[in-house]
């Protein structure tokens, strides 16, 4: 998963990339950064099954700004769009502190609205270019009735992703396009240390979460300190500060529901790993993730839960008990499903 850390000149981007990614590293004007999804399901396996190996599902996030940034008011400068293009996800970053370079007092909302008017903005402008050039050359068919939708959407003031649009239309909208207001977005309010503690934002915080689930608020640079820590202080001092947990954890768990993500393992003891994908896939497209010899050479999965490894102690003691379901190429595969794949090839 890509995600792109995007937003105004000055809101705290490279601080939040830091705090999310720490130990990323700056290529040229964009900084890339790895990290290992957090998973007790992979921890449990590794302790049954002494592997080797122990793999993480990973998310890479990227500065998309490097340094140039956003600026307020103004377009993406074709870097910025560069990077922003090749997310999964945007992360927009809204400055909520005193910035003491920037003359304006800090506004999250005006910020947040400005930004999304971009994004739409841009998308706009490109189909509407499309739409033209398609009338004049007198074409008709899927990609024309599905860039006239997406038109009138965006004039009706709303982000395509809020827009129903099917696996076949956006194929008919042909690889070429690339529409930000598509792309999930989780706004990130990066709010000082006393925006924090103000009981306003307190409120603002709590109706805004159950109202969005793709919104978060953190203190940037305070979980930018915290990261750096090495990892047995981070427990205590999350714990002084009142926070249960790094804000990269919440980050990850927000990112995963918001693309509808879900995990799959395999687990022996070569390796034991976590294989995300799509929520609703099948046991065959699954295969694929791992190999494309075993989604062509299917032949069955063979699942089993985390919780009965754990009530049985072995995949040997399931095996004898009967344990493991053999499950054909249309099952669904759920979240935490333990798999073996059998295929021919
Ligand atoms: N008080 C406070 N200051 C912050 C916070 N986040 C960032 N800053 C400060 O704001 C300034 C800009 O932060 P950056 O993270 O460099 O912002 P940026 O969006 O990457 O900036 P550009 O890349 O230049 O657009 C720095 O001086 C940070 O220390 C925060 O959460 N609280
Ligand atoms: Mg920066």
Not at 152 to 157: A, F, M, Q, R
Not at 253 to 267: K, N, P, V
Not at 336 to 343: A, E, P
Request: glycine share 10%.
């Amino acid at each position: 998963m890509h995600v792109g850390i995007c937003g105004f000149a000055g809101s705290g981007k490279t601080t939040v990339f830091t705090a999310l990614a720490p130990g990323g590293k700056a290529e040229r004007e964009v900084s890339f950064g790895n990290i290992k999804v957090p998973d007790d399901r992979v921890d449990f396996l590794a302790s049954v099954f002494k592997p080797k190996k122990v793999r993480y599902a990973e998310i890479t996030f990227v500065d998309v700004a490097g340094s140039s940034g956003g600026k307020a008011g103004g377009a993406f400068t074709p870097a910025v769009l560069q990077g922003m293009k090749n997310a999964d996800v945007l992360v927009h970053v809204v400055r909520g502190f005193e910035n003491p370079s920037l003359t304006s007092p800090p506004d999250p909302e005006r910020d947040e609205r400005l930004f999304n008017d971009e994004l739409l903005l841009h998308d706009l402008g490109t189909v509407e270019k499309r739409v033209d050039r398609m009338k004049r050359e007198q074409k008709k068919g899927a990609e024309l009735d599905a860039m006239t939708r997406c038109l009138s959407h965006l004039e009706g003031g709303a982000p395509l992703r809020t827009l129903d649009l099917s696996d076949e239309d956006v194929a008919a909208l042909g690889p070429g396009i690339q529409l930000l207001s598509m792309t999930p977005l989780i706004t990130l309010y990066n709010l000082s240390e006393a925006a924090w503690a103000d009981p306003a934002s307190a409120k603002l915080r709590e109706t805004r979460r159950e109202k969005n689930a793709s919104w978060l608020a953190i203190c940037g640079a305070i979980e930018a300190e915290i990261a750096a820590l090495p990892i047995e202080e981070q427990k205590d001092f999350l714990d002084g500060l009142g926070l249960g947990e790094p804000a990269r954890n919440v980050f990850v768990r927000e990112a995963y529901a918001l693309l509808d993500y879900i995990s799959f393992l395999t687990a022996g003891a070569d390796e034991c790993r976590a294989w995300p994908i799509r929520r609703g896939a099948s046991a065959r497209k699954a295969a694929g993730k791992i190999h494309s010899d075993i989604e062509r050479g299917f032949i069955r999965a063979e699942i089993y839960r985390p919780d009965e490894l754990k009530a049985f102690g072995s995949e040997a003691a399931l095996k004898t008990a009967g344990k493991i379901r053999a499950e054909g190429k249309d099952y669904v595969m759920q979240d935490g499903d333990v798999v073996n794949f059998r295929f021919n090839v």
